[in-house]
């Protein structure tokens, strides 16, 4: 008699290997999808560097796009790069300048005082960028 597999043996591996294969499907899948949302956030925050101009505090509280921006900055001639511009809006809340005093010790005279605020970006990907003084 010739040894062989049995039916449950063979059944038993074809549903090890599925289950492996689709554990490493899923990751695979989750894997793709980190991918693309690293991709979308790194090409947000290009797209949020445009707006870190000294211009940008005109418009507090307003939603404005790219170009409108960049438009008294850079001479924009190719259209098909202004309409890239145009699309990219991004809603701006700039916070109240704060003054925050550095001394060596608390409560001692300030050695110097420097001034920030932030810059709230509102999108898909909202950003905070700090400006100091």
Do not use: H
């Not at 062989?4 to 989750?30: D, H, N, P, R, Y």
């Not at 940008?56 to 960049?70: G, N, Q, S, V």
């Amino acid at each position: 008699m010739k040894k062989a597999f049995t039916l449950i043996e063979v059944i038993m591996s074809v549903l090890i290997v599925s289950i492996v294969v689709m554990g490493a499907m899923k990751l695979q899948s989750q894997n793709r999808d980190m991918a693309v949302y690293i991709s979308q956030r790194g090409n947000s925050e290009l797209d949020n560097s445009l707006y870190l101009v000294k211009k940008t505090y005109r418009y507090d509280k307003d939603e404005k796009d790219a170009y409108e921006i960049l438009r008294d900055e850079f001479y924009i001639k190719d259209d098909k790069s202004r309409e890239v511009l145009k699309a990219i809006t991004k809603k701006i809340n700039i916070t109240e300048e704060e003054e925050i005093p550095i001394s060596i010790e608390e409560g001692a005279t300030p050695i110097f005082t420097f001034y920030t605020n932030e810059i709230l970006l509102k999108g898909k990907y909202p950003s905070r960028y700090y400006n100091f003084k």
